[in-house]
């Protein structure tokens, strides 16, 4: 290509809306444009590099013998009345009518899709197993679209989906994925961790997070750095010191508290107490089967509560914060000075079933203080187990860093900033069974198919790549997606003998099979070379004064140096540098 006739509007300045590294980097780059919230258009330049992650993906999908389809976009509401996720699925999914008034939606993933197919067809085990995927449109109605390319409303992803008759056979699928997904993120270039994670409402077992470390990530993960394990924080736990309580009173007593809110205020009001002998109580409202139910939550009082691990604990398909006059309708009482003593009773004079969770932190502990369900009073002297109707113990806090590893003994955790890449999952028999897609055994049993999913995002794997890779000039792309191997760069077009040289090392690089950037524009050598180091091509043969030598310079994006080669010897100089990458 050559560049002046090529569309690459890259920006001198950085666009003001533009917060994270790679969104600020990808429109100067003249990568990508905004159309909308959430909605991106690739320019030449952006559809080159999808194209490589995509051939990537199709590459070590269809090595661990993978199958690609391609699956409409436009789904009937049907199939996902089938599954419950018609309902399960809140305002994310794009709904839509057609003509005759028929409800149909645009896909966020095809489980139900690749399971009707998989119904239809699939009567034996002996077409088992079956390793089904596809690179496709994705529409999802984020409600915080942001970060350029990292959460869009539309977006390409590959989806695979693994259809096995037992679990032996979804563990091999399972695995055989992971290393596929391993594989496709180092040739992208991609520093990545596999992290336990929530299933949601993909629903089943086991699943598995890829994520990238950038400051620009919306995850959280804890690590421990001694024994390598590794957790979002939706899911990660922490070993926790243990403590001894005295055995306080016989019987909770209540005690005025004027003016006290928070923990804050009761640790340090007199007759208080410590965050960690106190006990936080939320009021929430937990969707469970369409019905919004009052849940108090409860944690020890220097602990967070993690929503999604509240979620998953319920089983709840969303829960929200109750607001202020629903807390008082409920508890008579403002939100500092709740509790759990007497609780289900206080609920149930207002008519409502109070349904109370609590952290695992504080199991088996006595002698704690708590809100007393009246305002400006607390009750010490609370014996948990004796003195609260606890109907579900769980795992609901918020992990930290510097808490103890839960699984080795002396390793601490350190949570850090980190973008999903790529998301495995055991479903099981979700699909299958919701949708009746079975087949017989070898003994002649009817038996739903054991499924997998297994997802990864192009336009993550593309924010990721210049999260990790840039520096201050531009985008530094590996080299295995970067959309042109090498940029030949003539100082000066007007020069008849430099734009000679240039355009046949533009055509023997071409000939011996890189793809070339011919930068032939009528502008400053200056100008050149910083387009050349925004949009990170990895390599740029620069044609200047010294070719009247034979000489030209090859200067490296990612090394930031650059030295002398004989023109005789540049073609196969480049042609190395480019299939050592290759090889990587
Ligand atoms: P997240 O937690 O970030 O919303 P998810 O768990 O909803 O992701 P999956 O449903 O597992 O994601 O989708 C598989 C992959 O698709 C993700 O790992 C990610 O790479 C990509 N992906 C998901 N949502 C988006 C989005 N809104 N924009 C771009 N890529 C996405
Ligand atoms: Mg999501």
Known sequence: MRWSQYFIPTLREDPADAEVVSHRLLLRAGVVRQLSAGIYSYLPLGQRIALKVMQILREEMNRIGGQEFYLPALHPAEIWQESGRWSAIGDDMFRLKDRKGADMCLGMTHEEVFTSIARNEIRSYKQLPQVWYQIQIKFRDEPRPKSGLMRLRTFIMKDAYTFDVDREGLDRSFIDQREAYKRIFTRCGIQFSIVEASSGSMGGSESSEFVAKTPAGEDLIASCSNCGYAANVEKATSRLPAIEDEAGPNAPEEFPTPGVRTIEDLTTFSGGAAADRQIKSLVYFATL??????????????????????????????????????????????????????????????????????????????????????????????????????????????????????????????????????????????????????????????????????????????????????????????????????????????????????????????????????????????????????????????????????VVELFDRQAKQSEDVKLTEIVSRVQKLCSLAAHN
């Open 289 to 550: 089967d369409g019905e919004a139910r009052p849940v108090l939550v409860l944690l020890r009082g220097d602990h967070q509560l993690h929503e999604v691990k509240f979620t998953d604990a319920v089983g709840a398909t969303a829960v929200r914060p109750a607001h202020p006059e629903e807390i008082r309708d409920l508890m008579g009482a403002a939100a500092g000075s709740l509790g759990g003593v007497r609780a289900k009773e206080i609920a149930r004079r207002a008519n409502k079933n109070l349904f109370i969770i609590a952290d695992y932190g504080l199991k088996g502990r006595r002698n704690m203080t708590t809100g007393a369900n009246k305002d400006d009073h607390h009750i010490r002297g609370v014996n948990i187990e004796r003195d609260i109707e606890v109907d579900q113990w769980a795992d609901l806090r918020t992990v930290t860093s510097g808490e103890a590893c839960p699984r080795c003994d002396s390793g601490v955790l350190e949570v850090y900033k980190a973008m999903e890449v790529g998301h495995i999952f055991k479903l099981g028999t979700k699909y299958s069974e919701s949708m009746g897609a079975t087949v017989l055994t070898k003994d002649g049993k009817e038996v739903p198919i054991i499924m997998g999913s297994y997802g990864i995002g192009v336009e993550r794997i593309i924010s990721a790549a210049v999260e990790q890779n840039h520096d201050d000039d531009g985008i530094i792309w590996p080299k295995s997606i970067a959309p042109f191997d090498v940029v030949v760069t003539v100082t000066n077009i007007k020069d008849e003998r430099l734009r000679e040289a240039g355009n046949k090392l533009y055509r023997d690089l071409q000939q011996a099979g890189l793809e070339i950037l011919l930068d032939d524009r009528d502008e400053r050598a200056g100008v050149k070379f910083k387009d050349a180091d925004l949009v990170g091509i990895p390599y740029r043969v620069t044609i200047g004064k010294k070719i009247s030598d034979g």
